[in-house]
């Protein structure tokens, strides 16, 4: 072979040679390229353990559900009683039936004809028209009983054995059957039966 003809042949090589790197680069900066290439590490960032702000999130909601337990508490959702829950079933249901028994008594004896109680599943219902109705119910899951009333609102009351019975959830110098006999002795005198107000007996809690 003749010295030219071997300038020449290297001469080609040499340019297969940088063709082939130009094609290279051109295919690995593609858009093509690009996508396929942002799709695996998308792939492979989703398939990444939980970061440490992903615990500190976790560990923000337990924070929050402390708190809102706090306010819980803060507002009577739970109770300060010693009562087990077998306690507060059985003096609770004593109680309720003879809050009712005496309820029938007053509205049965003292009250104008269209006034009525019910009691059904821990719910005591007193409807007093005019005047509105009284809900008492009992809530087994705070250990209390609550009551809705038409002249003093809605109230909750936990037993406290030291206190003589059920108290004010805030007030222990509110008690459940004082509060409503109270109430419904007033709501007899507006009646204008101020003898059946003083001759009923009371709630007897």
Do not use: C
Request: charged share 25%; proline share 5%; hydrophobic share 25%.
């Amino acid at each position: 072979m003749s010295i030219s003809a071997a300038r020449s042949t290297r001469l080609l090589k040499s340019i297969h040679s940088q063709q082939a790197i130009i094609n290279k680069r051109i295919q690995t900066t593609s858009p093509l390229h690009t996508i396929s290439t942002f799709s695996k590490s998308s792939q492979q960032h989703k398939r990444l353990p939980s970061s440490p702000s992903a615990s500190t999130n976790i560990n923000g909601f337990r924070q929050f559900a402390s708190s809102s337990s706090k306010r819980q508490v803060e507002q009577g959702e739970k109770t300060e009683t010693t009562l087990s829950p077998e306690e507060y079933e059985k003096i609770s249901e004593r109680d309720m039936d003879l809050l009712h028994e005496n309820l029938e008594i007053y509205v049965e004896q003292y009250g104008p004809n269209d006034w009525e109680v019910e009691y059904s599943s821990g719910v005591m219902t007193l409807k007093l028209p005019p005047h509105g109705t009284y809900v008492i119910n009992k809530q087994p899951p705070n250990l209390q009983i609550w009551i809705s009333s038409p002249v003093s609102g809605p109230s909750r009351f936990d037993f406290k054995q030291n206190q003589g019975g059920w108290v004010h959830h805030r007030n222990d110098d509110i008690k459940l059957g004082k509060l409503l006999e109270e109430e419904l002795r007033g709501l007899l005198e507006k009646q204008g039966n101020k003898g059946g107000s003083e001759e009923w007996e009371g709630t007897g809690l």
